[in-house]
């Protein structure tokens, strides 16, 4: 066992979030809060009991939400006879030594970015105006350097390739904090931990978790802050290949992949552009967890910028070292988390809500006076179309179309039509999957059908991604007789 004075030198703290989990399932980030551990290698026996007062996240960080009393064992230092305890004023002593040197680097910090703010106004005065986010709000109230959030993360077995994290990303909840009496939206962009921890957050909080598992993959990847649609803020992630030209945009909230062709504004009417289907407008920085770049190009309109960053012309580069420097080793949030697999067994799962949802269907069309008779081997012939879907959003490339279509012509007889409507949610709750699905016209066509022969069919396919996240893909159907 390693001794007081070793264990010392290990200044990562424990994170500890409070999360609320309504009946609906639901959740909510209530509190996240870092924990000095340390305390406990003053005692003899390695214990440390606190009461450790809980604080709010976002505009309720500076209030009190709870009191968690907690208690630490060091083990084995209880029954390690060879175990020597630390002096309080050797822990003291170290801890007002790191805060100290936490606090002259994040000065030093802070005035290199007001310097490097300024070196980038003066190159154009229309640089202003561009989204350059040097730093960010976390679910604490902290401003931290926004390079800070970014942390190369290795999913390990439970992720097979870059297109599978960017599903994974996905299928966590979309999520926007809404300021108390409205006005302009409150912008977090939640530590990793804190948003693995609700498995939902804002779009920018998607993008560095995205830009995290594309490093673990071994991309050169980077978070991008700019615009899109009719100038609203956004965040997406850019990888960079071999050539300068080889970009490609992904889509933190959609998991699309895009390639980007550079438009060159110099060239004659004469010349045909490339027609790029993103949907970003502006680009003002591009980040990771050692590298920030400000667009410094004449213009910030995404399709006419190169994204060279070694240009200097181009990309004005923050220094490493500096970001290096509060990014490093021992921040208390620079901890990359590991993912854990999803304890769900999506085919329990998958056959609970298709049982739910066989019997909420029998409801509805009981009280339009509608019989309701189940054709089997119908709902099972729709489970191909129901994994091409998913692997369509996984890979982009369709697959297994042209069985699926077969399958149902042979099973569906002359004279008779066949209904389809496939919907997909990031729950498993079937009552809130049938409620939303009925709203839409089609379904609810389907459902309520009328005519002869009428046979109803529904499958139901969950995938699992790791920390929880699900994505639950419903097929309604049903096959019948016209009558004219």
């Known amino acids: 066992m390693a001794d007081s004075r070793s264990l010392l030198s290990i200044a990562d703290k424990l994170h500890v979030t409070l999360v609320r989990i309504d009946p609906h399932g639901e959740t909510t980030l209530l509190s996240s809060q870092h924990i000095e551990w340390r305390h406990v290698l003053g005692d003899t026996n390695g214990h440390f009991a606190k009461s450790v007062e809980l604080f709010g996240v976002g505009e309720e960080s500076k209030v009190i939400v709870g009191v968690l009393d907690i208690r630490l064992d060091l083990i084995p230092a209880g029954q390690d006879s060879s175990w020597i305890p630390l002096a309080g004023d050797v822990l003291e002593a170290q801890l007002d030594l790191e805060r100290s040197r936490r606090a002259e680097i994040e000065r030093r910090f802070l005035l290199y970015a007001k310097h490097y703010w300024r070196e980038f106004l003066q190159m154009r005065d229309e640089h202003k105006d561009r989204l350059v986010k040097i730093f960010a709000q976390d679910e604490k109230g902290v401003h931290r350097c926004v390079c800070s959030f970014v942390c190369p993360l290795k999913a390990g077995r439970l992720l097979d390739s870059p297109q599978h994290a960017a599903r994974f990303v996905t299928a966590l909840g979309l999520q926007r904090s809404q300021p108390v009496g409205g006005g302009v939206r409150a912008e977090i962009w939640s530590s990793l931990f804190a948003f693995l921890a609700v498995n939902q957050g804002e779009c920018e909080s998607h993008a560095v978790l995205l830009c995290s598992l594309l490093l673990g993959f071994g991309l050169d990847a980077y978070v991008c802050v700019g615009t899109k649609g009719r100038g609203t803020s956004h965040t997406w992630v850019v990888t960079l290949g071999a050539a300068p030209e080889t970009v490609t945009f992904w889509e933190p909230t959609s998991g699309q992949r895009y390639i980007h062709q550079r438009v060159n504004p110099e060239d004659p009417p004469s010349v045909t552009q490339p027609m790029n289907k993103y949907?970003?407008?502006?680009?003002?920085?591009?980040?990771?967890?050692?590298?920030?770049?400000?667009?410094?190009?004449?213009?910030?309109?995404?399709?006419?910028?190169?994204?060279?960053?070694?240009?200097?012309?181009?990309?004005?580069?923050?220094?490493?070292?500096?970001?290096?420097?509060?990014?490093?080793?021992?921040?208390?949030?620079?901890?990359?988390?590991?993912?854990?697999?999803?304890?769900?067994?999506?085919?329990?799962?998958?056959?609970?809500?298709?049982?739910?949802?066989?019997?909420?269907?029998?409801?509805?069309?009981?009280?339009?006076?509608?019989?309701?008779?189940?054709?089997?081997?119908?709902?099972?012939?729709?489970?191909?179309?129901?994994?091409?879907?998913?692997?369509?959003?996984?890979?982009?490339?369709?697959?297994?179309?042209?069985?699926?279509?077969?399958?149902?012509?042979?099973?569906?007889?002359?004279?008779?039509?066949?209904?389809?409507?496939?919907?997909?949610?990031?729950?498993?709750?079937?009552?809130?999957?049938?409620?939303?699905?009925?709203?839409?016209?089609?379904?609810?066509?389907?459902?309520?059908?009328?005519?002869?022969?009428?046979?109803?069919?529904?499958?139901?396919?969950?995938?699992?991604?790791?920390?929880?996240?699900?994505?639950?893909?419903?097929?309604?159907?049903?096959?019948?007789?016209?009558?004219?």
């Not at 006076?369 to 996984?394: C, F, I, K, N, Q």
């Not at 499958?459 to 699992?464: E, G, H, N, Q």
């Open 279 to 484: 949907p970003y407008k502006t680009i003002g920085s591009l980040f990771n967890h050692r590298s920030f770049y400000a667009n410094c190009q004449p213009l910030d309109i995404v399709e006419v910028c190169s994204f060279d960053l070694s240009d200097e012309s181009r990309w004005k580069a923050m220094s490493e070292e500096a970001i290096k420097s509060i990014s490093g080793p021992s921040p208390d949030w620079i901890q990359c988390v590991p993912l854990c697999s999803n304890p769900v067994d999506w085919i329990l799962s998958s056959n609970e809500i298709e049982r739910e949802l066989r019997g909420l269907i029998t409801e509805h069309r009981q009280h339009l006076g509608l019989v309701t008779v189940w054709d089997d081997e119908l709902s099972y012939m729709l489970t191909p179309a129901l994994a091409s879907y998913e692997m369509e959003r996984v890979t982009g490339a369709q697959f297994g179309n042209d069985e699926f279509q077969q399958a149902i012509r042979r099973a569906v007889p002359d004279g008779q039509s066949f209904k389809g409507f496939p919907i997909q949610f990031l729950h498993r709750s079937a009552k809130k999957a049938f409620v939303t699905a009925i709203r839409n016209d089609i379904c609810d066509g389907i459902v309520s059908c009328r005519g002869d022969q009428v046979q109803m069919a529904v499958r139901v396919r969950v995938f699992t991604y790791p920390e929880n996240a699900c994505v639950t893909w419903i097929m309604f159907a049903c096959k019948y007789k016209a009558i004219v």
